[in-house]
Antibody, heavy 119, light 106 residues
Framework: QVTLKESGPALVKPTQTLTLTCTFS??????????VSWIRQPPGKALEWLAR???????FYSPSLRSRLTISKDASKNQVVLTMTNMDPVDTATYFC???????????WGQGTLVTVSS | DIQMTQSPSSLSASVGDRVTITCQAS??????LNWYQQKPGRAPKVLIY???NLERGVPSRFSGSRSGTDFTFTISSLQPEDTGTYYC????????FGQGTRLDIK
């Protein structure tokens, strides 16, 4: 059974850097075809894809947020880390990590973690 | 960037009704289109992948189709448990979600 769980601060101040960790079990990110994405959802709003890292270390970013995002992985720990710089109140959202493997659909999701940006 | 225009933004229908949601891609995305259902406070769940393939365990009343850059998601007979918000998602170039359709029961 595949499980994913996001962790990180619930509250960050404007201009700070957010670091979120996705810890997963039941799969190995070293396996060919494994891809982990980060997606966020502001309260009451739509899903927004942020970034993805693949089993072979290829990484991809939302064009609108590329300058602020870094995604990395530690396959030995089954973790994927997302950093977002220069946080702003508009970045307040629930942040999800999700896994794709054989297919390109986001098949397994974490429960999400709410991050509030406020001074 | 590929834009996904989803409509309607909200929908209210009766149990047993046929419900249709559409997504239009800003360019050709071939078959690279998935549909998700999200319940309040929960993560999204994939229902249909690659336009028309039903995820395992998803009821057959859900279906999807494509005509060019227009994609349609259909519930043939709406059930009370189908309430929630539905999203289309393209993965032809990176990933883009539609704006969502909130579905509730009349």
């Amino acid at each position: 059974q595949v499980t994913l769980k996001e962790s990180g601060p619930a509250l960050v101040k404007p201009t700070q850097t957010l670091t979120l960790t996705c810890t997963f079990s039941g799969v190995s990110l070293s396996s060919p075809g494994m891809r982990v994405s980060w997606i966020r959802q502001p309260p009451g709003k739509a899903l927004e894809w942020l970034a993805r890292i693949d089993w072979d270390d290829d990484d991809f970013y939302s064009p609108s947020l590329r300058s602020r995002l870094t995604i990395s992985k530690d396959a030995s720990k089954n973790q994927v880390v997302l950093t977002m710089t220069n946080m702003d109140p508009v970045d307040t959202a629930t942040y999800f990590c999700a896994l794709s493997s054989v297919r390109w659909s986001l098949d397994d999701w974490g429960q999400g973690t709410l991050v509030t940006v406020s001074s | 960037d590929i834009q996904m225009t989803q409509s309607p933004s909200s929908l209210s229908a009766s149990v047993g009704d046929r419900v249709t949601i559409t997504c239009q891609a800003s360019q050709d995305i071939r078959h690279y289109l998935n549909w998700y259902q999200q319940k309040p406070g929960r993560a999204p769940k994939v229902l249909i992948y690659d336009v028309s393939n039903l995820e395992r365990g998803v009821p057959s009343r859900f279906s999807g189709s494509r005509s060019g850059t227009d994609f349609t998601f259909t519930i043939s007979s709406l059930q009370p448990e189908d309430t929630g918000t539905y999203y289309c998602q393209q993965y032809h170039t990176l990933v883009t979600f539609g704006q969502g359709t909130r579905l509730d029961i009349k």
